[in-house]
């Protein structure tokens, strides 16, 4: 599909930051970076990259709204404004998605949901749950008397976000942190740098009060200062598995509490009842995802023995006819990767599963008809030992694996030998089946014949897949530090 016309599409200029419920010039140090459009490799825009002295002022933002009213604000009345503030990013949800789109290569039919609709619906279930949360409670004591159990803001927070989901992501911190009372300094990815100020439009027309919501996209060597800043009370990233590890380490020497979502090579178990056009028919959003950018996506495919050349063919088949192109046309499927790095180091992994020997049954470079634009041909490797490179490392691209397994406890074994832990799948017509089989997999999440988040409940990883939780009511919990009063009546 070849790219459209861009005369149309604005340029955007961000050269402020957002600070203490303004935008402030940013401080000497700063510089300013082009995003560049996926498709394209043309500028959608510019925005201004904030250093660690910027990062101090918004710190110092964030702590003194902590110490405001904010904090001590009944969560019924926090409630509301978070409804406005999910108010004020749905009114902003499509021309979100679309620049997002621009901004990563997202097919724009996943896009509007998860980067534009996807932000106002996790703000409003925070909101919700807020609403009739008790701030406290109150307990007998085991020696007589009474205890009352207090749930406070645990302060200021810090939160590190990716390009790949930049909106969904950055509302899974923002809107449990703002429900709990905390304030929060936001530090998005550069390559989607501009849709970060999504938020903080947002959150300004909503009423939020000064210095709960500050914004300032840097680079690594500036968050990492944001991390370890005096300042901070807790830490939130999503990223690569290398970065939350010196993450966690600082955070360690600190402390400081942290919760990591980190990479992912998830595995997609087809039992041998599975029906193969079930599969097929949800291969693109299980393990295709975002153009294979995607940290809980199922790229390593598990078939049984007996099945093997059947799932190979089906397989194949589904990804070969997967239409590739402009990601801002509703039939695509997948589009370009986020950056020219992104897709040579996609391309780097092919090469060498190519050079093992294993046998790439579709794709394998470039699309031919696609000039401009960092995109790959999705590519399926079949007879792949799960030792393999390709099978190991995440490749975070549009790249499958098939390996073949002897029964459940093989298969099994195949899925729990990763570093990683963090989604997959069983694809069974039991059903008990399927959750017995997911009740063995070592990892934070299982799909049984889809994949799909769920807003009221917990998501995360296990092993190098990350610490802690995210959505539902689980993921209000690392945003609130509880005390315990003791009285002697």
């Known amino acids: 599909m070849s790219i459209t016309d861009r005369e149309s599409e604005p340029v955007l200029d961000r050269r402020q930051l957002f600070i203490g419920g303004r935008w402030v010039e940013p401080s000497s140090g700063s510089t300013v970076t082009d995003v560049i459009e996926a498709a394209t490799e043309k500028s959608v825009g510019s925005a201004v990259l904030g250093c660690p002295a910027d990062i101090d002022a918004a710190v110092a933002a964030a702590r003194a709204a902590s110490a405001g009213p904010w904090s001590a604000m009944p969560g019924g009345e926090r409630a509301e404004l978070l409804e406005r503030f999910a108010s004020a990013l749905q009114s902003r949800a499509r021309d979100t998605a679309r620049l997002v ?89 550069p390559e989607t740098a501009l849709d970060a100020y999504v938020f903080a439009d947002a959150a300004h027309d909503a009423g939020i009060p000064d210095g709960v919501l500050n914004i300032v996209p840097a680079e690594r060597d500036t968050a990492a200062y944001l991390v370890a800043h005096p300042g901070v009370d807790k830490v939130a990233f999503t ?37 193969l056009a079930l599969f097929a028919a949800h291969l693109l959003e299980v393990s295709l995802v975002n153009n294979g950018q995607t940290c809980h996506a199922s790229t390593r495919i598990l078939a049984p023995r007996s099945r093997y050349a059947e799932v190979v063919d089906s397989v194949t088949d589904t990804v070969r006819a997967l239409p590739v192109g402009d990601p801002l046309d509703k039939a695509t499927a997948i589009g370009p990767l986020v950056s020219a790095r992104q897709r040579d180091r996609v391309l780097g992994y092919i090469d060498a599963g190519r050079a093992a020997g294993y046998r790439i049954t579709t794709g394998g470079g470039i699309p031919a008809d696609q000039p401009l634009g960092w995109f790959v041909e999705p590519t399926v490797f079949e007879g792949v030992d799960n030792s393999a490179t390709i099978a190991q490392e995440e490749i975070f691209g549009p790249v499958l694996t098939i390996t073949p397994y002897d029964g459940d406890d093989d298969a099994v074994a195949i899925a729990n030998d990763s570093e990683y832990g963090l989604g997959g799948t069983v694809w069974t017509a039991d059903e008990d089946h399927g959750l017995a089989l997911a009740a063995r997999i070592h990892t934070g999440t299982v799909g049984v014949n889809h994949y799909a988040l769920d807003l009221a409940a917990p998501f995360g990883g296990v092993k190098a897949s990350g610490l802690g939780r995210e959505l539902g009511p689980e993921g209000l919990a690392p945003y609130r530090s509880t005390k315990s009063v003791y009285f002697s009546t």
Not at 116 to 134: H, K, Q, S, T, W
Not at 241 to 264: D, F, H, K, M, S
Request: charged share 20%.
């Open 101 to 189: 789109s621009r901004e990563n290569g997202m097919p724009i039919a996943l896009s509007k949901s998860v980067n534009g609709f996807g932000p106002a619906a996790m703000v409003r279930y925070y909101a919700n749950l807020i609403r009739a949360d008790e701030a406290a409670d109150v307990r007998p004591s085991s020696f007589g008397g009474r205890t009352v159990v207090r749930h406070e803001p645990v302060g200021v927070v810090a939160a590190i976000t990716p390009w790949n989901y930049p909106q969904p992501l950055a509302a899974m911190k923002i809107a449990p942190a703002l429900a709990a009372g905390c304030t929060v300094v936001l530090k998005p990815a």
């Open 239 to 275: 990223g690569s598995t290398a970065a939350g590890r010196e993450i966690g380490r600082t955070c360690g020497a600190l402390l400081r509490p942290v919760t990591l979502e980190l990479g992912g090579k998830s595995a997609a178990i087809v039992a041998d009842d599975a029906d």
